[in-house]
């Protein structure tokens, strides 16, 4: 084959042009969930009737500089192939294309390939792109920025032959890669016991997850590497043991071979599709993914946009649906969009509006509330349009959609918008056949309640929504309600309601096995369990519930779930409470930020003000001061910038108020202060103060129409506090600083006497 060494660039275009290089695939496959999740492209080259290794002519290729032309084009049959699949509305996987390090010195790679995910109007989520680990090591710079490039695109990046040995660990910690692909070849497995390697595996696996990364194990021959890879924990397997390299005729012929049988017969086209749905949709709620999404790719194979719509359309929702159960909010999107075009194309606006309320609902999960109102609201609009409300599911959908809108609104602290879109929910909730979403609408309606001045409402209401949700039959939503329930009563300060919650939630979780139940929701019982402790004041209990927290994030990083930064913030915390007694004390007293009292601070100060002022009698003052326009600070200047913005004003009001009481970090951007012995005259006189000097300090802030940071500041006076709890004062000081907000910001009011 001297050939390869000396070819030219017409050579390898007529070479190319006669169709001698072929793409092959090599399938990912999902031994948990008997899938197919993706296929490696890999090309083949026969010349003059032989096959010529890619081992060979590939770094030939590489050593001319003629790589680029041969990988372009490989690109582009991939791209080519899926357009053609979404087309025939066949299901997509991802493709992995090989780049070479060759090719970011030949060429443009992340404009040739955006400009083929263009041309052919194939989004980047089902093209994966693998570059090789010594990549990273020389030519640095180039390929760094345009990894960067192609990641923001929405290509998933993969670092080919991870373990191969140059510095793999440092890569891991700069690029900005999702997937790894660790090789077999690069570990000695010759002495099938050896126990070192077995040991290396399996902490490259853990520390790729640790820093959550996905591993695909390529060159998998045997079962005992099988073994291996399975007891780490790697899922995704690309090797002889299952598929070889094989062309698009028989990989096509694979996928739809894989799940013949599941389903017995096989009547007409469009009922087996049907049939492929529904039993995906069981599966799906049995939470066994691989093999709902299977099922669902048989279906797409037989479901016509054109003639079936509406079967169409489900099944592209349900896809969506499940990927996003997967956590792969990007390819569920995808699906969506799918389903949405051909809604929208037959005026299917109830089917439309769920399409739009599931976008919304990717976006709520990762929690960029703009978008997912954005999509929400679009749902809404899809849902208002006439000659819907005989619809099949209309009620439903428009509950859910203006549920969501409220939802929304709230998390962004807007509350009255929250209120509008509560009360088009409220219009549905009562319509016959919606009881069992009556207890989430009342649960929202509680919390809402409890923002707005109104906590005697949600006390009122919450003994029929322990009712509800104690005697609900539809248990779908169990956990979620359960949780929303336990932190009502918890802000409510009903904390024997809040223990029958979480043992009901306790309860639950023995009923069923630990992969069943899954550990984001056993981490949300024991952080509610941790809220309980501190309620309640049981130190002793307490600690045993850190403890077992800190075990459950443990596993929650080994699965890869949980940021490691937060999990060891966590620990750092814990240490300082218990190698330092004296400090702890301190610790769970100190916002850590501005160093001033946290919440805590300010009830246990509270409590020790009200058995003083049940002796003297003395006016105490409560204020809630907030700095305006802050979210602009921290989009604008970012949130080291803010972080020192609210360092500066705690320690104004802190020096103001230095001799009258105490300040205390009240939310993100909120501070509250305790003024003893002081009457209106004298609270004006520091609510001018603070005003003034924060002014002064001229923090740039061009969201202001002053340009500098400014406060806004609410006050109540009160004579005697003998009776009241802190948290029963708080809102009548946020109803004056919401008129201060509501008035153009920048200024205080105080309300005197109030008891
Ligand atoms: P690679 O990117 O690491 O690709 C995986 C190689 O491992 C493939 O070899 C595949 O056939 C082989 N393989 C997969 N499973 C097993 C297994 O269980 N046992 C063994 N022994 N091998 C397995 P292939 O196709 O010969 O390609 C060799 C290398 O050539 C590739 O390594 C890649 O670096 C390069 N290559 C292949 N096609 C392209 C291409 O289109 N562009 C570029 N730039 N490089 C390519
Ligand atoms: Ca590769
Ligand atoms: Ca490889």
């Not at 180039?142 to 660990?169: N, R, T």
């Not at 299977?294 to 479901?303: C, D, F, P």
Request: hydrophobic residues 40%; proline residues 1%; glycine residues 6%.
């Amino acid at each position: 084959m001297g050939c390869v060494d000396e070819i030219t660039e017409e050579q390898l275009h007529t070479y190319i042009r006669q169709g001698e290089f072929e793409m092959y695939l090599q399938p990912q496959y999902s031994v948990a969930g008997n899938a197919l999740v993706g296929a490696e492209a890999l090309t083949r080259w026969k010349h003059q009737g032989e096959f010529v290794s890619p081992a060979k002519f590939i770094p030939a290729l590489e050593q001319c500089g003629l790589i680029a032309q041969l990988d372009s084009y490989i690109w582009e049959c991939a791209f080519s192939l899926q357009s053609e699949k979404q087309r025939e509305g066949i299901f997509l996987i991802p493709i992995s294309v090989n780049v070479s390090r060759e090719d970011f010195n030949e060429i443009d790679v992340y404009k040739t390939l955006t400009e083929l995910s263009e041309k052919y109007d194939v989004s980047p989520a089902y093209m994966h792109i693998e570059i090789t680990e010594s990549a990273f090591v020389n030519d640095k710079e180039i390929i760094y920025e345009a990894v960067s490039k192609l990641k923001d695109f929405g290509f998933m990046i993969l670092i080919d032959d991870f373990g191969s040995g140059y510095s793999a660990l440092n890569i891991l910690k700069d690029i900005e890669a999702d997937i790894v692909k660790l090789d077999m070849k690069f570990f000695d497995l010759t002495d099938q016991n050896n126990v070192k390697a077995r040991n290396i595996i399996c902490s490259v696996i853990q520390m790729a997850q640790l820093i959550g990364l996905g591993i695909i194990a390529e060159g998998v021959e045997t079962v005992e590497q099988l073994d291996i890879l399975k007891e780490a924990g790697c899922d995704i397997i690309q090797g002889y043991y299952f598929y070889h390299p094989m062309n698009v005729a028989d990989f096509d012929a694979l996928m739809r071979s894989l799940n013949k049988g599941r389903i017995r017969k096989k009547a007409d086209e469009s009922s087996f599709g049907k049939e492929c749905i529904a039993e995906s949709r069981k599966l799906l709620e049995k939470a066994e993914y691989g093999d709902a999404l299977t099922l669902v790719q048989r279906a797409a194979e037989q479901i016509n946009p054109a003639t079936d719509p509406r079967t169409y359309c489900d099944m592209q929702n349900l896809t969506g649906v499940i990927y996003g159960a997967m956590g792969n909010e990007l390819l569920a999107v995808e699906h969506y969009l799918a389903g949405l075009s051909v809604a929208l194309k037959n005026d299917f606006s109830v089917v439309s509006g769920k399409l739009y309320n599931n976008i919304g609902s990717e976006y709520q999960s990762l929690k960029d509330h703009e978008h997912a109102i954005k999509y929400f609201e679009l749902s809404a609009k899809e849902l208002l349009r006439e000659n819907n409300s005989g619809q099949e599911n209309y009620v439903q959908r428009a509950f859910v959609t203006n549920m969501n809108l409220c939802v929304e609104y709230y998390a962004l602290g807007e509350y009255r918008r929250a209120e509008e879109y509560l009360n088009q929910a409220e219009i549905f909730v009562k319509t016959p056949g919606m009881e069992s979403d009556m207890f989430h609408f009342l649960a929202v309606q509680s919390n809402l309640y409890m923002k707005t001045d109104r906590r005697e409402l949600a006390q009122e209401g919450f003994p029929h929504l322990m009712e509800l949700a104690f005697n609900a039959e539809d248990r779908s939503d169990f956990w979620d309600d359960m949780e929303m329930l336990g932190n009502l009563a918890l802000e409510l300060h009903e904390f024997a309601a809040m223990k029958r919650v979480l043992d009901n939630m306790e309860n639950q979780l023995h009923m069923f096995s630990e992969e069943q139940i899954g550990l984001d929701i056993q981490v949300k019982i024991q952080e509610m369990r941790l809220a309980y402790c501190k309620g309640i004041k049981d130190e002793k209990s307490l600690r045993e519930a850190e403890l077992a927290y800190i075990e459950l994030c443990k596993k929650q990083y080994l699965e890869g779930k949980r940021t490691r930064a937060a999990a060891i913030d966590y620990k750092i915390q814990l240490n300082m409470q218990y190698e330092e007694n004296v400090q702890y004390k301190k610790q769970i007293d100190i916002d850590q930020l501005t160093g001033v009292g946290n919440r805590y601070k300010l009830e246990k100060d509270y409590k020790t003000l009200k058995k003083i002022s049940g002796e003297n009698g003395g006016q105490i003052g409560v204020g809630i001061i907030d700095l305006d326009y802050f979210k602009e600070v921290n989009d604008t200047y970012g949130h080291l910038q803010g972080d020192y913005y609210l360092k500066v004003v705690s320690q104004v009001i802190k020096k103001i108020i230095s001799s009258t009481g105490g300040i205390y970090r009240y939310g993100g951007d909120e501070f509250v202060v305790l003024l003893v012995d002081v009457d209106a005259d004298e609270v004006t006189k520091i609510a001018q103060q603070i005003r003034d000097e924060t002014e002064s300090r001229q923090l740039c802030n061009q969201a202001s129409d002053r340009n500098v940071l400014t406060v806004s500041q609410g006050y109540v006076v009160l004579d005697q506090i003998k009776n009241i709890d802190i948290w029963q004062i708080l809102p009548y000081a946020d109803r004056q600083l919401y008129n201060v907000k509501k008035n153009g910001k920048h200024g205080y009011r105080i309300i005197d006497k109030l008891i």
